[in-house]
């Protein structure tokens, strides 16, 4: 129990910051400095994760990991809503609403008169940014160069893969930088990563635009959809549990905390004018204050069922711990409707919020009972730095280590988070496009490659090669687009030439002999200090004792030509031959290009 340190009482939502405070510190300092204990043993339970916010900015001020199950939690974060005002604005510049959102935030950094005044002097459409250059105000500068990102990304977003425009305007804006700088770092970064991360899981669907997005988003803000697919427990140890006491059903922890029982379930449920109870068979009727018989039945009766559910919600939540149960509460002046507190003061010996009460008892059992004054709030600490020691700091020194900063910074934004080994390949020699087979359409070159890569995924290389005819066609018609099909007679033809060839060949034969370890392969590895290898390999085998990879490739070269275009790819193979040895654990692996047209190979 934590109670106030004067002779104030606390109310509701003060005792409940109280209580926050007390839990964090308890954690921080008695619980997770244990060895044998990680932040993954305890969970916090709540009956509803709306009444999670308070203690989840207590764990915060203490730097203590959570995880909370859910999103509704998740999309009340300003940093969630501030990026979606954002996308908000580039589909729609004349949503005043959500600029004044990008304004107020980080992005724009204005207060309250300075919106005002931009908003009288007629500056709310960031794409006549041209006209604040006359306006004489002191955040004018700011708001200009902010104006002219928005209106800059306004153009480029509405004509880019919706994909590709949610990563430019990451990496035009500083979204994650100032997250990062904010109080709570980590966790507001990581919530816009899941963010951008969520958006892309959208993208699959057809024909959706950037409004489409949008209006997704902004559904899930104004509802908070309760169904997540955040890690639980058993996923990981580093962080704390925070979860609704249904979704914990079935699952047990160390420690279990039930906080919040000073808080009560609010004002009574009203009994609607006209109600019925089926087991009865009564009706009632209410007018204001004037209840039938019938109507007070089935209010006492729905009265009595809520107090059997709060029961067994609280059972349940009891039952989840294993070895430590922590029962939580403020003491306050006047409880905000039935609480657990009451009840365990109905039903048990022992007063409880009384600091002589050592234990209460119920039954054959006894709880131990304590309780805690509140502390002063824990704000972060801000380093402070006296006149003596800022006199003494050299300009130029600061400079430099400044000048330092921003070139590791600009470096920073310009190296590419994710890798892939096709994109090596363009960053070290520019690939020209290969020309179409016979002097054809590329577009129909495209195709033939993007098939002959599927025909071959699923491809049985005991088969007769001449039963490549058979799935060709299939092939063609189940993959074009409705604006392909004038293109299928020649991609049908250029498959076929493909697949003869290469069916004939010492390649194909060699692939029949070799075990098949793998097609499709998709991988991802660290890569240098700050970088992520992503890709796909087409086909791993086995021979003679020695493990191959091979890239298929649809290039129109001729056998003398092979050698030469294979070069292009040398950065590729080294990649592949690095994952494989990653990630099997082996020391050699060779790699050759198979060039499916003139049914050559060449190892690099």
Not at 279 to 294: A, E, V
Not at 326 to 341: N, R
Request: glycine share 6%; net charge negative.
């Amino acid at each position: 129990m934590t109670a106030p340190t004067s002779d104030e009482p606390f109310d509701a939502a003060g005792a409940t910051r109280a209580e926050a405070e007390v839990l964090a510190r308890w954690l921080y300092e008695d619980i997770l400095k244990r060895p044998s204990l990680k932040p993954g043993h305890v969970a916090l339970l709540f009956r509803k994760l709306t009444q999670a916010d308070t203690y989840l900015d207590a764990l915060r001020r203490y730097g203590i990991p959570y995880v909370i199950e859910g999103e509704k939690h998740f999309y009340r974060r300003q940093e969630v809503i501030d990026l979606v005002n954002v996308l908000r604005v580039l589909d729609n510049p004349h949503d005043e609403v959500a600029l004044v959102g990008v304004l107020r935030s980080p992005l724009g950094g204005l207060t309250d008169r300075e919106l005002y005044d931009l908003r009288q002097a007629g500056f709310f459409d960031y794409r006549q940014h041209a006209r604040l250059e006359s306006w004489s105000h002191p955040c004018s500068t700011a708001v200009h160069r902010l104006y002219r990102h928005l209106a800059q990304l306004h153009h480029e977003v509405a004509v880019l893969p919706l994909a590709d425009a949610i990563q430019l305007v990451f990496d035009q804006l500083p979204i994650l930088e100032l997250a990062a700088a904010s109080l709570h770092a980590e966790q507001a970064v990581a919530n816009l990563l899941k963010t951008k991360q969520t958006a892309a899981a959208l993208l699959d669907r057809p024909h959706l635009t950037l409004s489409g997005l949008v209006d997704l988003m902004i559904a899930r803000l104004e509802e908070q959809p309760d169904d997540a697919e955040s890690p639980l427990v058993e996923e990981s140890l580093e962080a704390i549990q925070v979860l609704t006491i249904h979704k914990a059903k079935g699952l047990e922890f160390p420690i279990v905390v039930l906080p919040g029982l000073h808080q009560g379930t609010g004002r009574e449920r009203s009994v609607p004018m006209v109600s019925y109870d089926w087991s009865s068979g009564r009706y009632g009727l209410s007018l204001g204050n004037r209840h039938t018989f019938g109507s007070l039945f089935i209010h006492e009766k729905l009265k009595m069922r809520e107090e059997a559910e709060r029961r067994r919600v609280l059972y349940v939540g009891m039952t989840r711990a294993k070895e430590l149960l922590l029962l939580s509460g403020g003491i306050t002046a006047h409880p905000g409707g039935e609480t657990v507190m009451e009840l365990l003061r109905d039903i048990g010996e022992g007063e409880v919020g009384v600091a002589t009460t050592k234990a209460i008892t119920i039954g054959a059992s006894a709880i131990p009972h304590l309780v805690v004054e509140a502390p002063e709030r824990k704000l972060p600490r801000r380093s402070t730095v006296s006149m003596s020691a800022i006199s003494t700091i050299d300009p130029a020194s600061v400079a430099e280590l400044w000048q330092e900063r921003a070139s590791a910074w600009m470096q920073a934004r310009a190296t590419p988070r994710q890798m892939t080994p096709t994109g090596m390949n363009r960053r070290d020699e520019p690939v020209m496009l290969c020309p179409a087979p016979s002097g054809g359409d590329p577009e129909v070159s495209r195709l033939v490659g993007v098939l002959a890569h599927r025909l071959l995924e699923r491809w049985d290389f005991a088969n007769d090669p001449a039963r490549f005819a058979d799935h060709i066609e299939a092939a063609v018609q189940t993959s074009l687009a409705g604006n392909q099909q004038d293109l299928a007679c020649a991609v049908t033809e250029s498959l076929r030439e493909l697949f003869t060839l290469f069916g004939r060949s010492d390649i194909y034969a060699r692939l029949r002999t070799a075990t098949i370890l793998g097609r499709e392969i998709p991988f991802m590895m660290p890569w240098g200090k700050s970088q992520v290898m992503e890709g796909v390999i087409d086909v791993m085998y086995s021979l003679d004792e020695m493990i191959w990879i091979a890239d298929y490739k649809t290039d129109a070269v001729r056998p003398d030509q092979a050698p030469a275009r294979a070069e292009r790819y040398r950065t590729q193979s080294e990649v592949y031959k690095a994952v494989a040895k990653h990630s099997l654990g082996i020391e050699e692996v060779r790699f050759h290009c198979l060039f499916l047209r003139c049914a050559t190979a060449v190892e690099l």
